[in-house]
């Protein structure tokens, strides 16, 4: 009998892979692509020789993952890579809000809202480990630092436009409300915050960095390791039902709540099935990949230093625009993100042509017109940085229904695995004390459909293969 399978080979199967060959187990990963990765892969999307991250760019809870850093990736290869900046968030009146590794620069840089910052983030910086590794941890368990964590927590539950009330300066506000709109959901609605606030915390202490050669260098690194403890990985393997899989102890599913009752069919109980087909998917992202010519043109001089650029503007222009996707109705102006990965890691490049990476917030499942969109991103980049649309050298755009084609998991083009509202904030995927299991034996759920939810942190993964662990008898 093989001890352990994992469906799925993205960064939390690979996790799950490593923590049960850790433990002794012989793993076979089963991967339906011939490529592993799942969100981690990279690529030459646009022109020879620029490299682009298909979907999983940036990496403050990567850098910041418990589990990662147990790992030491460096030695299979795996480097993180810094830019001089971590964020910003361009104003139309040519100011920019700055997030820096430095608490202290980033409040700096926001004058009188400098105190608000640190009001908001100073006491969790200062312990930052001990809180991320609780903010990563399963939500139903008793945490190691509770007074930590809730002293972070209790600003995330109030909604981001009435936290941003704090800010006397648009800067701030909007700076804030960058942050929050990667929950792709709206900044009216409690709990929503608490995604921002952790990757802010995360990039205060670790930074939001890069792999160097692109985001397939974690993905390469945990296969290393898990091949040096034994474990195997098969490509071009599409698993359409559980009895497809041969006989395990353990059997783990790096896939959405709905691709799972698909394969587990009538074998699941009967409340865990109708709880994964209630599990919501929120808002997708519809991302075009840039080839440009001597970088991006920003009006701001310190946003060209910066490795992440949101592209939103005020805090009611984000609002709106998340509102309207979670209504279904595709914004005027959508919530953008660009990543500069290559000031970071200039071998992506070739010459003074370099890849960018952006995405917009859509309606999930949006059918309209992808020229139309990708037309969308690229006003939204010009807004902010007049004459890029003439140093565009090529360009490659992926819809909510092409992503999701590239990744099952992605339905309608969610690429962070489910709805960020408060009640899936807390019981994802389903209302039960072990998130992990499915309630068939031996077959547990590990995708960042579950706790602690999305990020290339691997944790996921990881708490899943300790649930199947603790359920062995002892070997």
């Known amino acids: 009998m093989t001890d352990a399978v994992v469906v799925g080979s993205g960064p939390n199967g690979l996790s799950a892979a490593v923590t049960l060959a850790g433990a002794g187990l012989g793993v076979t990963v089963l991967e339906a692509d011939d490529r592993i990765g799942g969100g981690t892969r990279s690529s030459e999307l646009t022109v020879p020789g620029l490299l682009h991250d298909e979907?999983?760019?940036?990496?403050?809870?990567?850098?910041?993952?418990?589990?990662?850093?147990?790992?030491?990736?460096?030695?299979?290869?795996?480097?993180?890579?810094?830019?001089?900046?971590?964020?910003a968030h361009p104003l139309d009146d040519?100011?920019?809000?700055?997030?820096?590794?430095?608490?202290?620069?980033?409040?700096?840089?926001?004058?009188?809202?400098?105190?608000?910052?640190?009001?908001?983030?100073?006491?969790?910086?200062?312990?930052?480990?001990?809180?991320?590794?609780?903010f990563l941890g399963p939500v139903l368990t008793v945490?190691?630092?509770?007074?930590?964590?809730?002293?972070?927590?209790?600003?995330g539950l109030v909604p981001a436009t009435a936290t941003a009330r704090l800010f006397r300066t648009e800067r701030g506000r909007a700076l804030f409300a960058g942050n929050v709109a990667h929950a792709f959901y709206r900044l009216d609605r409690p709990l929503v915050p608490l995604i921002g606030m952790g990757i802010v915390v995360a990039g205060h202490r670790h930074g939001w960095p890069v792999a160097r050669g692109g985001s397939r260098a974690i993905t390469d690194a945990l296969a290393g390791l898990l091949g040096e403890l034994g474990g195997k990985i098969e490509t071009g393997v599409r698993v359409r039902s559980l009895a497809d899989l041969p006989a395990a102890e353990v059997t783990m599913l790096d896939l959405s709540p709905a691709a799972v009752v698909g394969l587990a069919g009538e074998r699941l109980p009967a409340p865990v099935r109708r709880a994964?087909?209630?599990?919501?998917?929120?808002?997708?992202a519809f991302k075009v990949d840039y080839a440009v010519a001597g970088g991006v043109p920003w009006t701001n001089e310190e946003v060209r230093?910066?490795?992440?650029?949101?592209?939103?503007?005020?805090?009611?222009?984000?609002?709106?625009?998340?509102?309207?996707?979670?209504?279904?109705?595709?914004?005027?102006?959508?919530?953008v993100l660009v990543g500069q990965q290559y000031l970071a890691d200039p071998g992506r490049s070739s010459g003074d042509v370099h890849p960018l990476y952006a995405y917009a917030h859509v309606?999930?499942?949006?059918?309209?017109?992808?020229?139309?969109?990708?037309?969308?991103?690229?006003?939204?980049?010009?807004?902010?940085?007049?004459?890029?649309?003439?140093?565009?050298?090529?360009?490659?755009?992926?819809?909510?229904a092409q992503l999701h084609a590239h990744n099952t998991n992605y339905l309608g083009?969610?690429?962070?695995?489910?709805?960020?509202?408060?009640?899936?904030?807390?019981?994802?995927?389903?209302?039960?004390?072990?998130?992990?299991?499915?309630?068939i034996p031996g077959v547990y759920l590990c995708s960042?459909?579950?706790?602690?939810?999305?990020?290339?942190?691997?944790?996921?993964?990881?708490?899943?293969?300790?649930?199947?662990?603790?359920?062995?008898?002892?070997?």
């Open 55 to 87: 979907c999983s760019g940036i990496h403050p809870m990567g850098a910041g993952s418990p589990f990662l850093n147990s790992l030491d990736l460096g030695r299979y290869g795996l480097i993180w890579l810094l830019p001089e900046i971590d964020a």
């Open 363 to 400: 309606p999930n499942g949006y059918p309209g017109d992808p020229d139309a969109v990708t037309e969308l991103v690229t006003r939204q980049i010009e807004r902010f940085a007049p004459g890029f649309r003439e140093r565009i050298v090529a360009r490659v755009s992926a819809s909510p």
């Open 94 to 134: 040519g100011s920019a809000g700055l997030l820096h590794r430095s608490l202290d620069e980033t409040a700096a840089g926001l004058g009188v809202d400098g105190r608000v910052w640190r009001g908001l983030f100073g006491a969790s910086v200062r312990g930052a480990d001990e809180l991320l590794g609780s």
């Open 143 to 155: 945490p190691r630092h509770p007074v930590r964590l809730a002293r972070f927590g209790l600003p």
């Open 276 to 284: 994964y087909l209630r599990y919501r998917h929120g808002p997708a």
């Open 448 to 475: 960042q459909s579950t706790p602690p939810g999305a990020g290339t942190h691997g944790m996921c993964g990881h708490h899943a293969a300790r649930s199947a662990l603790r359920a062995l008898p002892r070997r």
């Open 413 to 439: 083009g969610d690429i962070i695995g489910g709805m960020s509202s408060a009640r899936q904030m807390v019981l994802r995927p389903r209302a039960t004390l072990d998130p992990y299991r499915t309630g």
């Open 305 to 335: 230093r910066a490795g992440t650029v949101h592209l939103g503007g005020s805090v009611a222009e984000i609002a709106a625009a998340e509102a309207d996707c979670a209504r279904g109705r595709l914004p005027r102006r959508p919530f």
